[in-house]
């Protein structure tokens, strides 16, 4: 029995629609969204980048996910479906409050919201839209609430509430929130609030519209050339955040973490070849076994010939394929059974014998088990074989042994 784990060796059999040229983007928010019209920035960013985007969005001040559940626009958008990325704002302060009150006011409706985008957008992502702290912290919950006082606490909480939901719903994070701490914290003088201390400064939607083009479309924020009315040095501090924060960790933020993967061990016993499939996000799967037979279980157990074969797991989902392969080897059962040494000897590519036999007695065969040659004498050239592992084998007796062919 031999025991086999697979490095993971996945490639891509179809372009993944992810990276396409084209792609639809849905935001479900509010006045965070639909400040200095956020989908636009982004539409322009993401299309100096090399992308067409298709933007639009539901984004009525104030509202929450639970709201969003019963508005006819935002219903509406969901389930028109076709969309590659859904992206989703709570009201900014609700996912700050205390934990009861998130799991009771906030986590369910971002759940249910989840569901309606995977059901009617099946091949697109759901995107959770990271919001930040107020700029002097929620003056209107400190004293019921100390952790919001500060922007620091209400951040923290924020990131944090806002990746649970993500995990929860296996999407990703546009941590929006993330780059503008970076900014905060490594250019002070740079303005991302309006006079509010709440909603984002014209900067600050720049700074969001990037964060979003490269977690999208894992890009280098560098690729962005849409600059705006930016000077050069708020357009290189924004670039400089986004890339440290997301595109240089982006499995920080799930980005990539739920893509199509397929890995398989497996024990070959005997002739049987025993997997342990595992596929990331499958619709489909399909075996090749390499002898003409495939399997569409996700573990199956195939009973080889012998021979040498490629064994290929490939998943599918939307378009998308990915495989691994592996080489195995079945031998022959003639294998574990040895010859008299006296019976025979190879001696300058001839095989001879020490003793009178029958035509056609003794035959050989090759690793994969095919006939390649019937022993009609007692002396017999080797020298038409391609070099490499054979059987000989006695048909009445069933002696049998491995013989090497050199160059």
Request: charged fraction near 15%.
């Amino acid at each position: 029995m031999r025991k086999k784990s697979i490095s993971l060796i996945s490639f891509l059999l179809l372009a993944q629609s992810l990276f396409s040229q084209n792609s639809r983007v849905l935001f479900v928010g509010n006045s965070y969204t639909s400040a200095n019209n956020l989908p636009n920035v982004f539409q322009q960013c993401a299309n100096s980048a090399g992308f067409n985007v298709e933007v639009a969005s539901s984004a009525p001040g104030g509202y929450t996910f639970q709201q969003h559940l019963s508005n006819t626009t935002s219903i509406g958008l969901i389930q028109e479906g076709g969309w590659d990325f859904v992206v989703l704002q709570e009201q900014s302060q609700i996912p700050s409050f205390p934990i009861g009150q998130v799991q009771n006011e906030c986590f369910p409706f971002a759940a249910s919201l989840n569901d309606s985008i995977e059901k009617y957008s099946s091949c697109g992502e759901t995107v959770f839209y990271q919001t930040w702290g107020r700029q002097n912290g929620d003056s209107q919950n400190c004293a019921n609430w100390p952790p919001v006082c500060t922007y620091e606490g209400m951040d923290s909480l924020l990131l944090e509430r806002y990746q649970t939901m993500a995990n929860d719903n296996n999407a990703i994070v546009a941590a929006v929130g993330a780059v503008r701490r970076y900014l905060r914290e490594n250019y002070p003088t740079m303005n991302l609030y309006q006079a509010d201390g709440s909603h984002p400064s014209a900067l600050g939607t720049y700074a969001a519209a990037c964060t979003f083009t490269s977690s999208l479309y894992r890009i280098d924020a560098n690729l962005i050339t849409f600059t705006g009315t930016f000077t050069l040095e708020e357009i290189s501090a924004v670039k400089e955040a986004v890339n440290a924060i997301v595109f240089n960790d982006l499995i920080q933020w799930n980005i990539g973490a739920f893509d199509l993967d397929v890995s398989f061990t497996y024990e070959l016993m005997g002739d049987s070849l025993i997997t342990s499939g595992e596929c990331v996000s499958c619709d489909s799967i399909v075996w090749n076994f390499g002898d003409g037979s495939t399997s569409h279980e996700l573990s199956p157990t195939h009973v080889y010939d012998p021979g040498i074969y490629m064994v290929n797991m490939i998943g599918f989902h939307c378009g998308e394929a990915v495989s691994q392969s592996a080489e195995i080897f079945v031998e022959p059962e003639t294998l574990i059974q040895e010859r008299s040494p006296a019976k025979y000897i190879v001696f300058n590519n001839n095989l001879i014998f020490n003793e009178s036999i029958t035509n056609g007695e003794w035959i050989l065969i090759d690793i994969a088990g095919r006939r390649c040659l019937s022993i009609q004498h007692q002396q017999t050239n080797l020298g038409i074989l391609t070099p490499g592992v054979y059987f000989i084998s006695n048909l009445k007796t069933g002696e049998n042994a491995r013989l090497v062919i050199n160059e």
